[in-house]
């Protein structure tokens, strides 16, 4: 795996995408951006704007004549990929989104181009679908757990609280924590679980530079592309989900840590690692034969769901991967997204 993505990065292959309906059919759908009050602060930039972008649901697609009943849930994921490739459609998350769905019954442009992907989604959910934001999930891995915290931030230090409501609680699995440190391949390699990860220090690095490209890092994006360093008041609970051979170990415990380090936050933050694993098992469980510890992970999160309501029966969820699919267009700096 790990010289598949050396070979991917050194060419600089971009995956195909597209808006079309394809293998998915009516599973696939197309969400415009929200309303323009719904995007401020860091998430608007003269250069970067909102587009249509493509989810697929999973296992059926959701209308707005359905309702959630009690006890069922919407998991809104965020798919990873360094920022620069994968993609929300069966081939790439089907594995992942079936685990989730049994166990609890790329993104090109720079900042903030993700981010406004991320409300528009959110809102698609909570506004054209009138899905109770008490029946959402956030979740994402790698690159798209960094998103997922890059949400919750901005809900938290939203103006106006209502317009993008607290979800039900947050999945990161295996977090993407400090993407400005990607760009210094050195850091990367001299982990110690270095030789056992198999993502190549050049892809975090080119995900990096795409994701940055000239963006001036005040603070208030710091604490959107460094999340390790600004921890903050988290609006719901939250899961992080660990490998015991992933090369971000050590970053997952301070990310804990520093959550933890705030008292509002002591209740709601868990940790859990799987030992003996690389980065993102959840996500490559299926074609690195670690399929049982991607099970365990998924299970994990469900049992983190449960315990949050102890009262409710087991519950079945549905699950919408957002595939940002915008193509490549000189003009427009967020192409590709």
């Known amino acids: 795996m790990k010289v598949g993505l050396q070979k991917f ?23 415009d951006p929200a309303l323009p009050e719904a995007y401020s602060g860091v998430a608007e930039d003269n250069n970067i704007w909102p587009e249509t972008i493509g ?33 929300g459609r069966t081939k790439s998350t089907g594995f992942l989104a079936r685990n989730l769905l049994d166990s609890t019954s790329a993104l090109y442009g720079r900042f903030p181009a993700q981010l406004q992907d991320a409300i528009s989604s959110y809102s698609y959910l909570v506004y054209t679908l009138h899905i109770p934001a008490s029946q ?13 915290l890059g ?14 409501p607290a979800p039900l609680c947050n999945w990161l699995f295996s977090p993407w924590c400090d993407v400005p440190a990607a760009i210094d391949t050195s850091d990367w390699r001299r982990d110690p679980n ?9 892809l975090p690095a080119w995900g990096a530079k795409n994701y940055l490209r000239d963006l001036d890092i005040t603070g208030p994006i710091e604490e959107q592309v460094v999340p390790l360093r600004h921890p903050f008041i988290l609006p719901s609970p939250l899961l992080i989900v660990t490998g015991g051979r992933e090369i971000l170990l050590q970053q997952h415990l301070q990310l804990a840590q520093g959550f933890l380090k705030i008292p509002e936050n002591m209740d709601c933050v868990e940790l859990y690692k799987e030992d003996g694993v690389p980065h993102d098992v959840l996500a490559i469980g299926g074609i690195a034969n670690f399929r049982h510890q991607a099970l365990r992970c998924a299970r994990n999160a469900g049992d983190f769901l449960r315990n949050l309501r102890p009262e409710r029966p087991a519950f079945k ?9 915008n193509f490549e267009d000189p003009n427009n700096e967020k192409a590709g997204t």
Do not use: C
């Open 9 to 31: 990065v050194t060419f600089r292959i971009k995956p195909s995408l597209s808006l079309k309906t394809g293998r998915e059919k009516e599973r696939f759908v197309l969400v």
């Open 55 to 87: 989810g697929t649901w999973y296992p059926n697609r959701f209308t707005s004549d359905t309702t959630v009943p009690e006890g069922q849930h919407i998991i809104l994921h965020f798919h990873g990929g360094s920022y620069v490739m994968g993609d």
């Open 136 to 148: 959402i999930i956030l979740s994402g891995d790698s690159a798209g757990a960094h998103l997922v």
């Open 151 to 164: 949400l919750l931030r901005y809900i938290v230090q939203m103006d106006n609280p209502f317009i993008l």
């Open 194 to 202: 270095y030789a056992t990860e198999y993502i190549p220090a050049t």
């Open 317 to 325: 969820a549905e699950f919408f991967t957002v595939s940002n699919d």
